[in-house]
């Protein structure tokens, strides 16, 4: 496996004065909608499909081809996906999204909405509470194993940096963009 390749948003932004710079963002359509760099484009990693990607690039299959997230994570897994079929000048964003608004480099914002990560502690919390509060009532051993069950998935996640119960709640009706718009500002 190759090395895998970094670059921050400031030697980015020097490139992009330069150089046709492809940006892709790998976050959800939601997290996208919310804030995004200008020139970036959205395709969760979770759909994303390097060899269809690859094909749209056209001419520019040789040039660099940016991963941008939230924070670099999803970027790298991104980043992998390109390397497992065959794609080696895939360069992930330090920082991500994060970092570029920190820059002051161009970004479009949309309308706020709840991170995912926020999500997924509020229903944890939710169904832990629930779940002791009605083993305590009932008397009724087995209902703790809700909140075990949910406290070895938060682990799983923790661990793996693979989320069910976020993967679930991307999915959701709320989650879910339709075209609205947007404004660029920096």
């Known amino acids: 496996m190759a090395q ?3 670059i921050s948003v400031q030697q980015l932004a020097e490139r ?10 790998v976050r959800t359509p939601l997290e996208f909608r919310e804030v995004h760099a200008n ?11 390097p060899h269809t990607v690859m094909k749209e690039r056209n001419g520019s299959a040789g040039e660099p081809l940016y991963v941008i997230c939230r924070s670099g994570t999803r970027g790298a897994k991104a980043q992998q996906k390109f390397a497992n079929a065959g794609y080696e000048n895939v360069i992930n964003i330090e920082g ?9 480099l161009p970004v479009v914002r949309g309308k706020k909405a709840m991170s995912l990560e926020r999500q997924v502690r509020i229903a944890a919390g939710f169904i832990v509470l629930v779940g002791s ?3 305590m009532v009932t008397g009724n051993v087995y209902l703790v194993g809700t909140p075990a069950f949910v406290g070895a998935g938060l ?13 679930l ?5 709320w989650n879910q963009v339709t075209n609205g718009s947007c404004s660029t500002v920096k």
């Open 4 to 6: 895998s390749q970094t």
């Open 16 to 25: 992009d004065g330069q150089e046709k710079v492809d940006i892709i963002d």
């Open 39 to 49: 020139v970036a484009r959205n395709i969760p990693v979770d759909v994303l499909d």
């Open 96 to 104: 991500g999204t994060e970092a570029w608004v920190a820059a002051g």
């Open 133 to 135: 509060v009605a083993a």
């Open 155 to 167: 682990m799983f996640a923790g661990i793996t940096d693979t989320c069910g119960m976020g993967m």
């Open 169 to 173: 709640l991307a999915r959701m009706p």
